[in-house]
């Protein structure tokens, strides 16, 4: 992945990392608890919290987790 994006690009993956963990805080849950929801590892949750490149199958899956539509993650 290169490492020029644009910031626009940055700053969408940074806010949708932080409405996934505003939903998985408001729901009481942890990242482990998350992860195990969503089928995947707590390091892909922590990545993805942490604005960092997501697949879209694991922003989907995350969103079912959550029971929240993926477009919720994605525009708050």
Do not use: C, F
Not at 26 to 49: C, K, P, W
């Amino acid at each position: 992945m290169p490492a020029d994006q644009p910031q626009w690009v940055l700053d969408a993956r940074r806010a949708t990392g932080d409405r996934i963990r505003v939903r998985r805080l408001h729901q009481n849950m942890t990242q482990e608890t998350l992860a195990y929801s969503a089928g995947l590892d707590r390091s892909t949750i922590q990545r993805m919290e942490g604005g960092s490149e997501m697949k879209l199958s694991h922003l989907l899956l995350v969103a079912h987790a959550l029971r929240v539509h993926v477009t919720d993650l994605l525009h708050g």
